[in-house]
């Protein structure tokens, strides 16, 4: 932690974990000697709205599953995460329902045979919706970081969207990049 914000690495939430473990939030959270927790507010399919259906190759409209989470940092709201699955890989599966998955959902796709191995993220900032500033416990003059994630697996076919929005004011993101 760094002057009161969030430090976060997107690393831990790219690779699946051991089904013992706790979820990469959590973790990370602990890391930091922070508590890290969420609320599923919803999961199912829904039509892909057309920035997700771009990422995903797919026609506007086409059903996706999404999981809809609030990501909660020390009892607070602290990011707000849709994560997207083409339905052809998630329908029938753990990621259409509310319910946590043993060792998080990257786990599961590895174990259905959709293993992520390129990671494209584009970081925006922007003003929240009413809704967004609501859930988040901010104002709406108060900006948002926005990330957007898509991952593909080894044949760059995109097997998951993520869309997290954060308060900007509370947030520091991390990369690390090896070269070669």
């Known amino acids: 932690m760094s002057n009161g914000q969030w430090v976060s690495s997107s690393m831990p939430y ?6 013992g473990r706790p979820d990469a939030w959590s973790a990370e959270a602990a890391a930091q000697g922070r508590r890290g927790s969420q ?3 919803h999961a199912g399919e829904v039509p892909a709205p057309p920035v997700v259906a771009g990422l995903l190759e797919l026609p506007a409209g086409e059903p996706v599953v999404v999981r809809r989470r ?9 990011e707000l995460t849709d994560t997207y699955y083409p339905a052809g890989i998630a329908r029938g599966t ?12 990257v786990t599961l796709l590895a174990g259905l045979g959709h293993v992520g191995a390129v990671v494209r993220e584009d970081v ?20 948002v970081l926005q990330l957007t994630r898509v991952t593909l697996d080894g044949r760059e076919r995109p097997i998951q ?11 520091r993101l991390h990369y690390e990049i090896r070269i070669g």
């Open 14 to 19: 790219l690779t699946p974990h051991p089904t």
């Open 39 to 41: 609320r599923i507010v």
């Open 70 to 78: 609030i990501m909660f940092l020390d009892g607070q709201p602290n």
């Open 94 to 105: 753990r990621l259409a329902g509310t319910a946590k998955i043993p060792g998080g959902a």
């Open 124 to 143: 925006t900032a922007r003003m929240p919706t009413r809704e967004e500033a609501e859930a988040l416990h901010t104002t709406p003059d108060e900006p």
């Open 161 to 171: 969207v993520d869309v997290m929005t954060m308060p900007a004011h509370r947030q």
